[in-house]
């Protein structure tokens, strides 16, 4: 299985654009990045999944590079509801199962 | 709009007891799961099933046991609770894989078990 690489933390001001970094450098063809997150010790929550082209929903964009060796998960307006521990992960295209790192600790700050 | 529903959501025990965290899911979802999330760490997958009367094991499935008699309950069992189980266990459902969804893994609200 491919693994992802995160920053333990990072803060981010209310009102801006939160952009956070994930590197799978070891990726395969087949794998997909997703992001999901988890706020208060709730159970985690999809955010957004993609394969090599940007993605954009109601909650987030994912900008994947060209080489598929990193991505970034961009929450345009951080709201201090988005509060939470982020995480990356890489899943292959017909496997249920998601593994799951440590994450990033994003605090938005007033 | 239930979703995924685990019980108890608190629960103590002395160690050597049983017991059963119970998770139930309302929307036909072929694959459940169970994971523990130690304090400060990513979530660990204990067990999993493709579907009824089908389970399997994930990294840490030494001291539980699970079944599938049907698609809605996927039970985790803890044989002889042991202070090391002493965690937060989340239930987590999703579609059957395929083109026309996003594999969305659906979570509960966490059973949160401590063993003396």
């Known amino acids: 299985d491919a693994k992802t690489t995160q920053p333990p933390s990072m803060d981010c001001a209310e009102g801006r654009a939160a952009n956070l970094p994930c590197n799978h450098s070891?990726?395969?063809?087949?794998?997909?990045v997703y992001w999901y997150r988890q706020i208060h010790s709730q159970g985690p929550q999809y955010i957004i999944h993609?394969?090599?082209n940007n993605e954009t929903n109601e909650m987030a964009s994912l900008i994947i590079t060209e080489d598929r060796k990193s991505s970034t998960l961009i929450l345009p307006h951080a709201t201090l509801r988005d509060t939470a521990v982020y995480y990356c992960?890489?899943?292959?295209?017909?496997?249920?199962?998601?593994?799951f790192g440590a994450g990033t600790t994003v605090t938005v700050r007033a | 709009n239930a979703g995924v529903t685990q019980t108890p959501k608190f629960q103590v025990l002395k160690t050597g007891q049983s017991m059963t965290l119970q998770c139930a899911q309302d929307?036909?979802?072929?694959?459940m799961s169970w994971y523990r999330q130690d304090p400060g760490m990513g979530l660990r997958l204990i067990h999993y099933?493709?579907?009824?009367?089908?389970?399997d094991q994930g990294e840490v499935p030494n001291g539980y046991n699970v079944s599938r008699s049907t698609t809605e309950d996927f039970p985790l069992r803890l044989l002889s609770a042991a202070p090391s189980q002493t965690s937060v266990y989340f239930c987590?459902?999703?579609?059957?894989?395929?083109?026309?969804?996003?594999?969305?893994?659906?979570f509960g609200e966490g059973s949160r078990l401590t063993v003396l």
């Open positions: 987590a459902s999703s579609y059957e894989l395929g083109q026309t969804n996003t594999g969305e893994l659906f």
């Open positions: 070891t990726i395969s063809g087949n794998e997909y």
């Open positions: 993609g394969l090599k």
């Open positions: 992960i890489v899943r292959v295209a017909n496997d249920y199962k998601l593994s």
């Open positions: 929307m036909n979802h072929e694959y």
């Open positions: 099933s493709v579907g009824a009367g089908i389970t």
